[in-house]
């Protein structure tokens, strides 16, 4: 027989809502079942624990693996166990299960929802979640690390380091880390590495070490409270867009104007309509992709093209969380009209007084027609070079995304180099440098 421990939360949804305090201070002892529940709408891995018809809350989602890996391990429908610790607030129960095995190679989860998606846009790895996944990798192994050095001498694995063992100098700072950032990843990786870092933890005999056990253990029925959702929200789809804005990198990524649609297109096709549920409310969309237990390698790319929409002022939101928070849907339309100033900037100078004398030009030496398209035999070195000198004269911003817009093409950037690389001669080129520097 196996001994697995998990904690049950959410009484304050549930039929103890009304007395949750009370019913989580006198829960030692009591005897709960474990029900899966598939039929569940936002979470078909979703268990119940109810005490006999009394629906108390739900596993916590960081749990759930070892949940159904006993499940499978001992062919049952369902787990009975005794609740053996108790947090009254926010409440936590833990409950602890006799099994006949333990299946810990099964993996509960099918991803074949996500076969076939693809996204292919610019990868915008949010900081915070690509350092939080290394901080967790850290974590992991110098508690592994101090696990494997404590073995008993006869070779019996024992955690249970001695008070005054070597926690090492950067574990007690990368833990504190960790309580404050590990609500940024809401991937199931990051779930299993709350699982699996809290049960090293659990096993520690320090107190400081059993202290930040309890702190992660506390902090599953607050990881989707709305305040940690409406911060994390803030950081990825208003914070993270105006560093990147700072940065320049709005226009330095020019040649994804041309394929916005088809951007845009992939993220709407993301299994559970995830993107949609972000147009209608970023808040209860990070809810959304908790409950649906979504893989990094899926999640990272869908947040970077939602970025990546922002700062090409394609999104507009319905909803940001509570009724009546206005302020962050008016900082993203800030985003968005900031994104879409900067296109018509150099689109009103391709079309001033100024400019027109130039397309004249370009018109009588057969470049382009009259409403300045590129004519079948511009080749794409001479559409370089005409942007390059319009850009000059005309001191764009950007110099060669106006163009790539208005003529349906695109890597012009790397058409220069390729033509600095190889010095290959330009047809027709001194006529286009005449049209732009001769009076």
Same mark, same amino acid.
Request: contains cysteine; proline residues 5%; glycine residues 4%.
């Given at each position: ?66 949940? /159904? ?8 429908? @369902?787990? +009975?166990?005794?609740?053996?610790? &108790?947090?009254? *607030?926010? =409440? ?91 609500? /940024? ?8 590495? @709350?699982? +699996?870092?809290?049960?090293?933890? &659990?096993?520690? *005999?320090? =107190? ?232």
């Amino acid at each position: 027989m196996e001994k697995i421990r998990f904690d049950v939360v959410g009484l304050y949804h549930w039929d103890v809502r009304h007395c949750w305090k009370e019913y989580a201070t006198e829960a030692v002892g009591k005897q709960l079942t474990l029900q899966p529940q598939p039929e569940n709408m936002k979470d078909p891995y979703a268990v119940r624990a109810r005490e006999g018809g009394l629906h108390v809350g739900y596993v916590a989602v960081p749990d759930l693996d070892v949940i /159904y890996q006993a499940l499978k391990g001992s062919s049952k429908q @369902r787990l +009975r166990g005794v609740v053996v610790e &108790s947090n009254p *607030e926010p =409440p936590v129960l833990t409950v602890e299960c006799e099994v006949a095995r333990v299946d810990w190679d099964y993996e509960p989860f099918d991803d074949s929802i996500y076969a076939g998606w693809h996204y292919d846009g610019l990868p915008l790895m949010p900081p915070k979640l690509e350092q939080l996944s290394d901080l967790t990798d850290d974590i992991i192994d110098e508690l592994e690390s101090s696990q494997s050095s404590n073995l008993s001498p006869d070779g019996d694995v024992s955690a249970n380091l001695r008070p005054d063992s070597d926690v090492g100098p950067n574990l007690g700072s990368h833990l504190e880390a960790l309580l404050d950032s590990n609500l /940024y990843d809401v991937s199931r990786e990051m779930t299993r590495a @709350r699982y +699996r870092i809290e049960c090293l933890l &659990s096993a520690r *005999e320090e =107190p400081e070490m059993q202290a930040f056990a309890t702190k992660l253990r506390q902090q599953k029925g607050m990881l989707m409270r709305h305040e940690n959702r409406d911060r994390v929200a803030r950081y990825l789809f208003i914070d993270l867009p105006r560093q990147l804005y700072r940065d320049g990198l709005e226009n330095s990524h020019y040649t994804y104007d041309n394929r916005l649609q088809e951007l845009k297109s992939q993220l709407t096709s993301f299994p559970y309509q995830l993107y949609d549920k972000f147009l209608c409310d970023p808040v209860d969309f990070l809810r959304e992709v908790y409950y649906k237990h979504v893989p990094r390698k899926y999640l990272f790319p869908l947040l970077s093209g939602i970025v990546l929409m922002i700062l090409k002022g394609q999104v507009r939101i319905e909803r940001w969380g509570r009724e009546g928070d206005t302020e962050p849907i008016e900082a993203i339309k800030g985003l968005c009209k900031r994104s879409l100033a900067n296109k018509l900037s150099d689109n009103d100078i391709l079309i001033s007084e100024n400019a027109e004398k130039y397309w004249k030009k370009l018109e009588e030496k057969e470049f382009v027609d009259k409403g300045h398209k590129l004519l079948p035999s511009t080749t794409r070195q001479q559409a370089m070079l005409i942007a390059e000198n319009f850009a000059m004269k005309l001191k764009l911003k950007a110099k060669w995304k106006p163009f790539e817009r208005l003529w349906g093409i695109n890597n012009l950037a790397q058409e220069k180099w390729i033509h600095l690389e190889t010095c290959n001669e330009i047809s027709r080129a001194e006529e286009i440098e005449d049209i732009f520097f001769c009076k």
